[in-house]
């Protein structure tokens, strides 16, 4: 007995072999630790003294999953399929020691053994959907006969991670056994499970909640519907549903085939390609090149938030929702009044769905604090501002922020688009000063653009990143420029659907385009939803753009009833037949040729411009990486996660055919268009954007 290999060690206590795999970081199913587990079988049942089995890890986690890495790259064995075979095929009881997370093919692989032991804080899932996959190593086969194809259905669709607890009561762990006490605890199960002569228990022979189902098939037909919306788009969730009826309707191994046929299907796919550099890229955008991981970071203990509406009240949550205490400024009670009453009122929502106790509530609002003075900010760690968006006002908070928050304090600004040097000239600290631009509702969206000015700091970049992090943001560190990088991109693709609003394409023609596409609405549903009014000031109107006739019309969006479309009283848009005139005379009096626009050419034009800015983006290093503008774009607008965000899609069309339709569309993209040098060398080159590190 003694070490396997590098990464697997094989022990004896008494009559029990302990099969440990060490492979940090999440001993996910490597070459090596496949290698390690069908070693370590084989040399313990072989083995005369030995009548049991625990397969057990070190570190912080039971086997987290394949090994992504190695995906797309050539097999190499044993596969996963051999592990699991002298799993379940061994003579001699094997009991899996679960904690941390068994995930994918690692809960896989704990199926295939005869029994499971968990602590209370482990979690089980089969998270493949998440890569774009299906479980490839028997999971929809296995799963659904012990907690049923319902449940099933729901476990593979989500990915969700089930607690310990629930995974006992529908029989997926045998047993919970105490923290800390795992190995010892999974041990003393193996003896038991000698001592009571308990049977090779296989998962594939448990047919009873399978059989059950087969009467069933409504099971299916209306979970689809059910969640049609949410997999629109998609292939991993309708080939995971039809995997887990495969375990309904076919014997166990026909549904392994099955279930073989689709994973590889996905595997070979451009979906789980880009669900796969996503995984990845969300993992690379808080790796900073010039702000190493051991760069100093400042304590964040109290925070203030200057401004208390949605934006100032969302941001407020952030931090109260992980304990950090905050005082919010406003000028007026009246609006601290208004703000604090949203705030409470978004908790209180989420007590509705379970996901807080009014406990909860009442303890995030007791960290939040009202003032209307900003000097009670002065022993603030981080001050934001969240106010209205004009240079003037904010240098004006910064100056007085200068006079009165503590040295060494971070001052952050919430603005979209305004020039963050410029507010640094305010403050006689400008190495203090950094953006931190949160995307509405701020307490809800992921995305956080952290915009760092030309004289921030690192160690204030590296404290607000880490506090990113804190508050269950992903962020994306970014430089100055007018609209950073997300809604940079987002302008590029507007001044594409605006001028064809001029050459003969209708709103609702562009947004059917970017929907079909994948967003989940197009620029002038969007329009509609924010407000046409949004920075349009009445007296000064010039009727020089749609926008504005549309809002001399009093047509300013959803919150008038009509906008781009007329709403009905459910807020249900239908196109404009007032809009479609409003836009044919402007398209004339602006001499406009009209013409039919395909919709190749609504989408080229409106994602080749966003894949353009994009590279220019890189080009002036506002972005540090291609895939931190896929991040940028996937989380704070929605771009489908399954076309891996504008960069990766750009890699998937091929440069050289984005530049092409470009050089073709030529002066229709705009007189001010052009074309991005690096765009041009890449695509000249036959790169890739996934391959810039
Ligand atoms: N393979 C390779 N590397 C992985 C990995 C994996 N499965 N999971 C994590 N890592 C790396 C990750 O890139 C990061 O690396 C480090 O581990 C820490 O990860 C046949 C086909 C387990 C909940 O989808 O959900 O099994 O950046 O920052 O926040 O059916 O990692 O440090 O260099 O996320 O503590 C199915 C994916 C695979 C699980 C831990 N399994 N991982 O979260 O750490 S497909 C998954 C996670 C499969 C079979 C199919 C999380 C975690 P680096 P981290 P964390």
Redesign the pocket.
Known sequence: MGAINAVANLAVEGDIAILSINSP??N??SQAVRAGITEGMKQAVDNAAVKAVVLICEG??FI??????EFGKPPQGPS?FEVEDSIENSTKPVVAAIHG?A????L?VALCCHYRVAVPSAKCGL??V??G?L???G?TQRLPRIVGPEAALDMVTSGKHVPAKWAQSVGLVDEIVPEGELRASAIAFAKKVLAENRPLKKVRDLNDKVAAARAKPEIFSEFRKANARKFRGFLAPEYNIRCIEAAVNQPFDEGIKTERKLFMELMNGTQSAAQRYV??AE?QVWKIPDVPEDTPTLPVKKVGVIGAGTMGGGISMNFANVGIPVTIVETKQEALDRGFKTIRGNYERSTKSGKLTMADVDQRMSLLTPSLKLEDLADCDLVIEAIFENLDVKQEVFGKLDQIVKQGAILATNTSALDINQIATAVKRPEAVIGLHFFSPANVMRLLEVVRAKHTSKPVIATSMQLAKKIGKIAALVGVCPGFVGNRILYARSVQANAMLMEGAMPWDIDRVIYDFGLPMGPFAMSDLAGLDLGWIKEKSSSSTIREVLCEQDRRGQKTGKGFYDYDENRNPKPSPVTEQIIRDFATKSGNQQRKISDEEILERCVFAQINEGAKILEEGIAIRPSDIDIVWINGYGWPVYRGGPMFYADTVGLKTVVAKLKEYGPKMGKDFTISPLLEKMAAEGKRFQDMK
Do not use: S
């Not at 987290?64 to 890495?69: E, K, M, V």
């Not at 995930?103 to 690692?106: E, V």
């Open positions: 970081p999440v996910a199913l912080k986690t987290a999953g394949a090994d992504i890495t996963l997370t995930l994918g093919g690692g896989e998270p493949e998440h890569l996959l479980p490839g190593a999971g995984f990845f993992r």
